[in-house]
């Protein structure tokens, strides 16, 4: 705690001005704000001659030196990366999980092609809510079928949806999904969806990790 003194020494205010002054301490202890002569209603007690005792803000008590700047919730300075941890090596994977994503457009591709991203496009934000919806939608409507990540293509006025799909579920099962997803998504969108999948017995395993 520190004390000093703004300009020159006069004499001792009255117990009015004390008491203001008192209340103007308390409103910065507890708000973590300086108070300054002259800076609105609860600086008005202060002026030159008063002692101003500096306090910590509630919200710092208790906090060692060095704990400041980190922030008592250590979890959101934990980030990861976006890829699948190396373990013993039984871990399957499949190509697009083994390939962290700074090797998009190197090893593999993008998993949602249009030209809302390109540079002076616009309705990029508006591209990324459909994909997101579009995603789940394929999740819900063939649960536990997917065997990997869709793509999504926009080609004019045309939205293409393909898939990779495990061959849980008899042929025509697939074919009434298939029908039911373009119906529902073309009027939802108001523009023509076509559905591209290719079954498979089982999920495609690139390597091990």
């Not at 108070?35 to 202060?46: E, K, R």
């Not at 030159?48 to 060692?64: D, E, I, K, Q, T």
């Not at 990029?124 to 994909?131: G, I, N, W």
């Amino acid at each position: 705690r520190l004390t000093f003194t703004l300009g020159a020494p006069r004499p001792a205010p009255s117990p009015a001005r004390r008491r203001g002054t008192l209340r103007a301490l308390r409103s910065a202890q507890d708000g973590g704000a300086l108070v300054q002569p002259g800076a609105g209603a609860a600086g008005a007690a202060l002026e030159p001659g008063a002692a101003v005792r500096l306090a910590r803000p509630a919200h710092f008590r208790g906090l060692r030196q060095g704990e400041r700047g980190r922030g008592r919730v250590q979890g959101w300075n934990r980030n990861r990366a976006a890829r699948v941890r190396v373990s013993k090596g039984d871990k399957p994977v499949t190509y697009e999980e083994a390939h962290a994503p700074h090797h998009i457009a190197h090893r593999k591709g993008w998993l949602s092609l249009h030209t809302g991203n390109l540079d002076g496009e616009a309705h990029a934000a508006e591209r990324t809510v459909e994909d997101v919806f579009l995603r789940k939608f394929m999740l819900g409507t063939f649960p536990g079928c997917l065997a990997d990540q869709i793509i999504l293509k926009r080609r004019a006025n045309q939205v293409e949806i393909c898939a990779l799909v495990l061959r849980q579920l008899p042929a025509h099962k697939f074919y009434f999904l298939v029908g039911y997803s373009e119906t529902l998504l073309s009027h939802f969108y108001k523009c023509p969806v076509r559905l591209h999948l290719q079954t498979v017995p089982s999920k495609v395993v690139y390597k091990y990790l």
